[in-house]
């Protein structure tokens, strides 16, 4: 699973270079991606450890900052696209498209750290 934080790190760094350099570089908010993949991506590799006690604890941080990036991108999206509805503008969509990638990638991330804690702890009950 750590690879696989690797990965998920690297589209999240992606992700938010790409919204930064494609706002011509006028918002840093738009970097926020690329925090949570840098994260991600420390502890990711910190999670290769041969000791399994190690692993786990990194790959349990790693699961937390998934949680937070999957509810700070989804509420942040659904407060700009609510204020911008009620200011009667519309939403930037390029933002928002960037907030609710953060918040899918972040949720399929959890999702599969989930699954392998649960094989992982059938497979030391057999």
């Not at 706002?23 to 502890?43: N, R």
């Amino acid at each position: 699973m750590a690879k696989a934080t690797l990965i998920f790190a690297a589209l999240l760094v992606a992700l938010g270079l790409i919204g930064y350099l494609g706002t011509g570089s006028q918002h840093p908010t738009a970097l926020i991606p690329t925090w949570f993949g840098l994260a991600l991506g420390l502890f990711g590799y910190l999670a290769m450890s041969p000791n399994e006690s190690r692993r786990r604890l990194f790959m349990h941080i790693n699961v937390v900052i998934g949680v937070l990036g999957f509810l700070g991108g989804a509420i942040s999206a659904l407060q700009g696209y609510g204020q911008a509805r009620s200011e009667g503008v519309d939403p930037n969509m390029p933002a928002l498209a960037s907030k609710l990638t953060m918040a899918f990638l972040m949720l399929i991330y959890v999702n599969m750290c989930i699954r392998s804690f649960i094989e992982a702890r059938r497979s030391r009950k057999v």
